[in-house]
């Protein structure tokens, strides 16, 4: 079953996807960060590039993307690999129960909240064993 952990009041969402998606590469995970648009994907993969620690990434269709352990997708037929998915779309990405571990990532905007309760009362009415870290407390 799919471990899902929930990162809420997110000051810097970026920020912490590039610090989970380190700690994960490190590890040699394959990692899918879902995102809302090919131009968000592009942003974030430049941000990657640009850290200290190497963070090899691909948009999702590319054609080296079955090689490369990061994937920047915005629709689900990008998905190829099922370890690891960060969801930053404000939807329940309905593929989800294919992965080992999804991290959802709410930021501190009341939409974000709105939306990401609605996904946590999902998982948990379905019997998903859900870990919260809220990180303004952290």
């Not at 810097?12 to 590039?18: H, K």
């Not at 610090?19 to 968000?40: C, G, K, M, P």
């Not at 920047?72 to 989800?96: G, S, T, V, Y």
């Not at 609605?118 to 009415?125: E, L, M, N």
Request: charged letters at 25%; one cysteine or more; hydrophobic letters at 45%.
């Amino acid at each position: 079953m799919t471990r899902v952990r929930f990162y809420t009041d997110i000051p810097d969402r970026a920020g912490l996807i590039l610090h989970l998606v380190e700690q994960a590469v490190t590890r040699q995970r394959q990692v899918t960060i879902y995102l809302a648009s090919a131009e968000a994907a592009e942003e974030l993969s430049q941000r990657l590039w640009q850290q200290a620690a190497f963070i090899p990434n691909v948009l999702a269709d590319a054609p080296q993307a079955d090689l490369t352990p990061v994937l920047l997708a915005w629709l689900p037929e990008h998905i190829r690999q099922d370890d690891m998915l960060f969801n930053c779309q404000a939807e329940l990405p309905k593929f989800f129960s294919r992965f080992r571990h999804l991290f959802e990532l709410i930021g501190a905007a009341e939409d974000e909240k709105t939306a990401g309760r609605q996904r946590y009362a999902f998982y948990r009415d379905r019997g998903y064993e859900i870990q919260h870290m809220k990180m303004q407390t952290q």
